[in-house]
């Protein structure tokens, strides 16, 4: 017979987790852009070209990734909240609450 262990925090805790890597990753993308443009500024030729649309992919992957995490840190709150609930539920069941 299996058992299992599950911290409920820990689903908040991964939430947590999520959210401050896309924004990093979204600061990491912002600051790189900032450097191509100066670069692009001082500089031309297709490599530049090239770059511009290799951003417009990082970019969309990135808002995919926000999208996923979104929907990932909404699911961790439902998992969150329906284990608390169903906790409180078994230990009333034991004390005789219900």
Known sequence: ?????????????????LAQVTAKLRESLDNLALAVRA???????????????????????????????????????DIHQNYVITDRRGAAAFHGAI
């Open 1 to 17: 017979m299996g058992s299992y262990t599950f911290n409920p925090n820990g689903a908040l805790d991964t939430r947590a987790e």
């Open 39 to 77: 670069f692009n500024a001082a500089n031309s030729g297709s490599a530049i070209e090239g770059f511009d649309a290799v951003q417009t992919r990082w970019n969309a992957a990135h808002l995919d990734m926000q999208r996923a995490s979104s929907a990932g840190g909404g699911a961790l709150d």
